[in-house]
C-alpha cells in the first residue's frame, strides 16, 4: 500500500479490500456459474432462463470490474486468478450439467451467498465511515436480494 489520504486508516482499508476480494471472488465465481448455466440450459423453459441467464451474467460482468476498482481505489492489489476466486470465493463449483430447475435453485443458493458477503463487507465499510464501498456493497446486496426473490419465484 501506498500513501494515500482518502480519510480511511490504511488498517481499515486492508480489512475493507479483503472483503471485497471475497465480494469479487464470489461475484466473478457466480459470473461463470451463470455463463455456464445460459450455455447449457434445456427444455421447456429454455428461451426463459437462457434470457434471464444472460442478462444475469452481463450484469454480473460490470459488477466483477466495480469491485475490482474499489478494492484498488483503496490501494490493494485485486486478485485475478481463477486459484485465488477458488480460494476467496463461498460459492462452490458445479460439476457436470444439472437440469434446468436445479440450476435455478443453485443459482438461488448462489446469489443467497453472495448477500452474506455483501453483509459482512457492509459492516466493515461502515464502521470505518467509508461510504463509498458501503454504498457499492449495499447496491449489490439489493440486486442480489432481488435476483433471489424472481428465482425463487420460477420454482413455485
Not at 123 to 146: N, P, Y
Request: with cysteine; glycine share 4%.
Amino acid at each position: 500500500m501506498s500513501t494515500i489520504d482518502i480519510g480511511i486508516n490504511q488498517a481499515d482499508r486492508q480489512t475493507i479490500a479483503e472483503g471485497l476480494k471475497h465480494l469479487l471472488a464470489d461475484s466473478y465465481t457466480l459470473y461463470l456459474q451463470t455463463h455456464n448455466f445460459h450455455w447449457n440450459v434445456t427444455g421447456a423453459r429454455f428461451r426463459e432462463l437462457h434470457l434471464m441467464f444472460e442478462e444475469h451474467y452481463t450484469e454480473l460482468a460490470v459488477a466483477v470490474d466495480d469491485i475490482a476498482e474499489r478494492i484498488r481505489t483503496l490501494d490493494v492489489a485485486a486478485p485475478g486468478t481463477y486459484k485465488e476466486f477458488v480460494r476467496l470465493s463461498s460459492i462452490e463449483e458445479v460439476e457436470g450439467v444439472p437440469q434446468a430447475a436445479e440450476m435455478v435453485q443453485i443459482l438461488v443458493k448462489s446469489h443467497e451467498s453472495v448477500v452474506k458477503t455483501c453483509r459482512t463487507v457492509l459492516k466493515s465499510a461502515q464502521e470505518a465511515d467509508d461510504e463509498s464501498t458501503a454504498a457499492l456493497v449495499s447496491d449489490r446486496m439489493r440486486l442480489h436480494e432481488k435476483t433471489v426473490w424472481m428465482l425463487r419465484a420460477l420454482t413455485q
